[in-house]
Nanobody, 121 residues
Framework: QVQLVESGGGLVQAGGSLRLSCAASGRTFTMYTMAWYRQAPGKQREVVARITDGGMLYYKDSVKGRFTLSKDNTKNSVYLQMDSLKPEDTAVYYC???????????????WGQGTQVTVSS
């Protein structure tokens, strides 16, 4: 069982930065693939960035070069540094823990409660 708690959201002007944190409980943190998802009003939840237990990184095209995902196994935490924020980045951001599925996708049994990020123009 893993519990995830996000923090660091808020209101920022376009071009600004925010750093999201996700603290995970449980001793098996290093075994999981960790991801940041987001969901804007009226839209489906989408993956923003992902890091496997082996350290492989993935970023959604629209955030490449602006967002950086990092992981600190000593603190059971993952972070999402978001720079050059745009109004279209406005969403609730969720931390998720999961693992690879047999069809080359991922399953995400553990989710945080979400943190709101609002970028004003």
């Amino acid at each position: 069982q893993v519990q995830l708690v996000e923090s660091g959201g808020g209101l920022v002007q376009a071009g600004g930065s925010l750093r999201l944190s996700c603290a995970a409980s449980g001793r098996t943190f290093t075994m999981y693939t960790m991801a940041w998802y987001r969901q804007a009003p009226g839209k489906q939840r989408e993956v923003v960035a992902r890091i496997t237990d082996g350290g492989m990184l993935y970023y959604k095209d629209s955030v490449k070069g602006r967002f950086t995902l990092s992981k600190d196994n000593t603190k059971n935490s993952v972070y999402l540094q978001m720079d050059s924020l745009k109004p279209e980045d406005t969403a609730v951001y969720y931390c998720a823990a999961g693992s690879a599925a047999s069809d080359r996708g991922y399953v995400w049994p553990y989710w945080g409660q979400g943190t709101q990020v609002t970028v004003s123009s």
